[in-house]
């Protein structure tokens, strides 16, 4: 019944338990997302301390039949240890690792979203500016790979050439062009700027979207647009976890 396993994993999150447990959400090749406890992980002696580090990248062995898997040893293979040292790097390693915890589902292997995020914590140790693009080129990439996919060129009710004026975001429907748009849809603006960089996200044009200037108002709608997509992601899976 109780079964010793080894997986590659990723420290999603932490929360600690008691005077030396730790709980832990990770991410791993095998099983999915999971939440696992290891027992005096937090004594200083414990073998466990290195491999357990959030973001890192371990090989971790795990007892599973209790109501939760127990890790019993955790050995690092890649610590990307600039995202802990430089403060902007944490924050967006951070938020990788909050839209796969919340957007993975639990306990179900998904080997794309595996190499995908490991890929996308490896780069963003390694490189010296725009992480801010890189976090957004791994979260539509992400979603796109789900199948998630808007088309990004046509109105969604009408057909039309999306043209450069802003348009809305539509829940389930997609980029509504300002003709279409009704002022009962439930919708967020969504500027020629934030299309063109998810056009070229899209099409994966790291070089050009390197290069692509951006105002601030530009970001915050890239960052606004992202989040009501990905909300109206979520309350989709809600629904289908319902049914
Ligand atoms: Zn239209």
Known sequence: MFQKEKTEA??????????????????TNQFGKLRAVARGERKILSKMRGGLGLFSWSEVELVRGYRQPIITAARPKMLFSNLSRDWSKFVIAQRMSR???????????????????????NALNLIKSHYQRLYYYFLWTLINSWGYQIDLHHCARCGGQLQSEICFLVAEE?????????ANDQSEEISPNTIKILRLIASKDKTRLGR??????????LEKASRFFIDSIRTDQDLSSVN
Request: include cysteine; glycine fraction near 4%.
């Open 10 to 27: 990723v420290v999603l999150s932490r929360q600690f338990l008691g005077e030396a447990d730790s709980q832990f959400i990770l991410l």
């Open 99 to 121: 839209d796969i915890e919340a957007l993975t589902p639990w306990d179900l292997p998904d080997e794309n979203a595996w190499f995908f995020y490991l890929g996308a914590l």
């Open 212 to 221: 692509i200037r951006t105002s601030s108002a530009d970001r915050k709608n």
């Open 174 to 182: 997609g980029i509504i062009c300002a003709n279409c748009w009704k």
